[in-house]
């Protein structure tokens, strides 16, 4: 078959990690997030954060007031756990069913997350309710102990933290979020079914060299940091390999153009212009396109006990290049991947 009439359908796929922003942003960021995909894990990290049942509701309604009317994109959402979520709390968010997760962000550890968790041991009656009700607990894996190198932080989480949680847990379902590094992906593979990992597209396509040699370039840099090579290889292997622990989850996280080129540039990549194809591009690199459906529409859902969407998506083999910016509220926003050519588009 001739290369543009390739194409490749598959089941709607969901993203498990994503950042829409609030009020204005929301115009931009929600239409872009419902682009290839049925459903989308919201992350809480707002100013103030999403602790509670009611503030995420609140928050939802926004989200869905900015869904352009052809889509049939839903947001689930996440809570932020602080040192003070409660049990109850746990118990009234797996009763609202707007609530898929509650997120761990170690205090200090990422963009917005000064009042995250300071002590685990603080949450040991949540995480109790969180095991009982199968609420997913969503992590941001790093450890923020004073001293350990921005490229330790992963393993040193998994070691120190992740390791006895796990112990103490042994029911709690985890998401890894973003993983990095080869550490995660073998951690993740020899644990028993309730732990999973998420991988996002610029940890796929990039490392550290890609941001770091011959000139800085501050729209890669993203939390947790990109790595050395070997542990993207480790990545892609993990993704493409078809293994059901491993799902779809872009850390898709707008900043705009000023805030990212700047002396203390901000952290996250903002893939909704092109995520589903940014992936494809890998797996077709691998020759694993046969294996995108598992990825990025099957292993998530059957993490999270939901059904696959009803609904399909078509990528047709096609040259296109991402826009090297676009109009994000008063300011600009450049996306991941700016003026990258790519191979395979989604036919809307
Ligand atoms: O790069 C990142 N950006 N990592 C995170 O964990 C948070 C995110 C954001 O909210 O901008
Ligand atoms: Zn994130």
């Not at 995250?116 to 790093?142: N, P, S, Y």
């Not at 973003?178 to 990992?197: A, P, R």
């Not at 947790?224 to 996280?253: M, V, W």
């Not at 903002?270 to 046969?290: G, R």
Request: glycine share 6%.
């Amino acid at each position: 078959m001739a290369d543009s009439q390739k194409k490749l359908t598959i089941i709607k796929p969901d993203d498990w990690h994503l950042h829409l922003r609030d009020h204005n942003a929301l115009r931009t960021t929600v239409p872009f997030a419902c682009r290839g995909f049925g459903r989308g894990i919201i992350m809480p990290n707002l100013v103030p954060p999403v602790v509670t049942v009611d503030l995420a509701i609140k928050y939802k309604q926004r989200i869905l007031a900015n869904i352009p009317d052809s889509s049939s994109w839903s947001p689930l959402m996440v809570l932020f756990l602080t040192d003070l979520t409660s049990p109850e709390e746990i118990y009234k968010a797996h009763d609202s069913k707007a609530i898929f997760g509650a997120k761990l962000y170690p205090a200090g550890a990422t963009t917005n997350s000064e009042t995250g968790v300071t002590d685990l041991r603080k949450l040991t009656k949540t995480f109790e309710a969180m095991e009982e009700v199968g609420m997913v607990l969503q992590i941001h894996g790093e450890s923020t102990e004073k001293g350990v190198d921005i490229f330790d932080r992963e393993p040193v989480f998994i070691e120190k933290t992740l390791k006895p949680l796990v112990e103490k847990f042994p029911e709690l379902k985890i998401s890894l979020e973003h993983i990095t590094t080869l550490d995660s992906v073998e951690y993740i593979m020899n644990q028993s079914d309730t732990v999973y990992g998420s991988i996002t597209p610029q940890h796929l396509l990039f490392n550290r060299n890609d941001m770091l040699v011959g000139g800085i370039r501050p729209h890669l840099f993203c939390l947790p940091i990109l790595k050395r090579e070997r542990h993207q290889q480790s990545l892609i292997k993990a993704a493409t390999s078809g293994n059901k622990k491993f799902f779809l989850g872009t850390d898709s996280a707008p900043h705009s153009k000023d805030k990212k080129e700047n002396a203390c540039g901000c952290a996250g990549c903002y893939s909704h212009l092109s995520a589903i194809e940014l992936y494809a591009e890998i797996f077709d690199q691998l020759n694993s396109l046969d294996q995108l459906e598992n990825f990025a529409s099957k292993n998530g859902p059957d993490f999270y006990g939901l059904p696959y969407n009803d609904s399909f998506i078509t990528l047709k083999k096609h040259k296109w290049t991402i826009p090297s910016s676009i109009k994000y509220m008063d300011t600009t926003l450049v996306p991941l991947g700016a003026d990258m050519q790519l191979n395979w588009q989604l036919v809307q």
